[in-house]
């Protein structure tokens, strides 16, 4: 067996644990959506494609563990029971809404190598508050982190475009931004605690109510003469 195909074991709901032989190289879309009951799965090194939707809506899972060098769009969206997730060091992409809706979610950690986090990828989790980027990070898309209620972010330089709404309701009061960050998207940060703000040199573009409502008594944007 190479590949699990879609929808192999959609809405197998007695299913509660799933090891994945070293033969397979990935696991289609919907392959386990809805699998109420699965606890825990063991994904090998071999997997390197997680599908569109692959463990959606299995809301009781707990644990994951593997090495996979693409997470697919929604494809942990609805674990409402996972309370952490380690991303690969082999992983270039977080797909759109990967994490959306996982209420449990307080920690993830995104290793160098990841280069994009998709659109709402880690929308609406609401016990996420703390995340640090990698410097290999480019691009965080729309909303990636709307409804986390952030308390802490590590920024790292590389970083050159934030989506918009990425981190509405940030409960930071500082906040330095990289300096390669060359794009900030809409509403980007509306709607939080920020006090103190730092932009570089590289910025290209602020989008409308990047910074609406928030609490601004100090910015700096740093530019080139």
């Not at 997997?47 to 494809?75: M, P």
């Not at 990289?178 to 006090?195: M, W």
């Not at 590289?202 to 989008?207: M, P, W």
């Amino acid at each position: 067996v190479t590949t699990i195909k879609t929808c192999a074991f959609i809405k197998c709901a007695a299913i509660e644990s799933v090891t994945i032989p070293s033969s397979v190289t990935s696991i289609g879309a919907e392959a386990f959506l809805d699998c109420t009951s699965l606890t825990s799965i063991t994904i090998p090194d071999s997997v390197t494609t997680i599908g569109y939707n692959a463990f959606k809506d299995c809301t009781a899972l707990e644990q994951i563990s593997g090495r996979f060098t693409t997470i697919g769009d929604y494809a942990f969206s609805g674990c409402t029971a996972l309370e952490g997730f380690i991303i690969s060091p082999k992983t270039t992409a977080i797909g759109e809404k990967a994490f959306y809706d996982n209420a449990a979610l307080f920690y993830v950690i995104i290793p160098e190598g990841v280069e994009s986090i998709g659109n709402s990828a880690f929308n609406y989790c609401d016990s996420l508050t703390v995340v640090e980027f990698p410097t290999s990070l480019k691009k965080i898309g729309d909303n990636a982190f709307d409804g986390c209620y952030l308390d802490y972010v590590g920024w790292a330089e590389g970083l050159e475009e934030i989506g918009a709404n990425a981190f509405a309701r940030l409960a930071i009061r500082d906040v330095r931004l990289p300096s390669t960050v060359k794009t900030i998207g809409e509403a980007a940060f509306k709607n939080g605690t920020i006090t103190n703000l730092y932009i570089g040199n590289a910025i290209e573009s602020i989008g409308p109510e990047a910074f609406a409502n928030n609490f601004l008594d100090r910015v700096e944007i740093r530019v080139n003469r």
